[in-house]
């Protein structure tokens, strides 16, 4: 699967962009780009231009314990990024919202102005 150099941009630079002790160099985040962007594709997460940040982070850089070495962390969490979905209901559950972007009301899990099938939608 290809993506858009703007994207793999993005995912690159978010890479980077994690908080010390996760961030990665330019090599390591040219390397993991591309996997970010399968895994969270693959489990149903928003493009990487529209993610909050913040909770990709969060769900990459959580749960440190039982990690002999910090840097094997986020590419782990890659590997097995757990499913949008999953992770969008639990913050509703925890009474915020996923996002500092608004909700759709209809379809939870997407951005307010960006969902497709609201957008498509005929009034009646």
Not at 17 to 24: F, G, I, R
Not at 92 to 103: L, T
């Amino acid at each position: 699967m290809g993506f858009a150099p703007k994207d793999v941009h993005a995912a690159e630079s978010f890479l980077q962009e994690l908080a010390p002790p996760h961030h990665m160099g330019a090599v390591s985040a040219r390397k993991y780009a591309p996997l970010l962007l399968r895994s969270m594709a693959g489990q149903g997460w928003p493009s990487i231009l529209d993610v909050d940040r913040s909770v990709l982070a969060r769900e990459l850089t959580r749960d440190r314990e039982g990690f002999k070495r910090v840097s094997s962390l986020v590419p782990t969490r890659i590997r097995d990024l757990a499913r949008y979905d999953v992770i969008a209901s639990a913050g509703r559950r925890q009474g915020g919202p996923v996002s500092g972007r608004e909700q759709c009301p209809v379809h939870p899990g997407r951005i307010r102005g960006r969902c497709v099938e609201c957008a498509l939608a005929v009034p009646s």
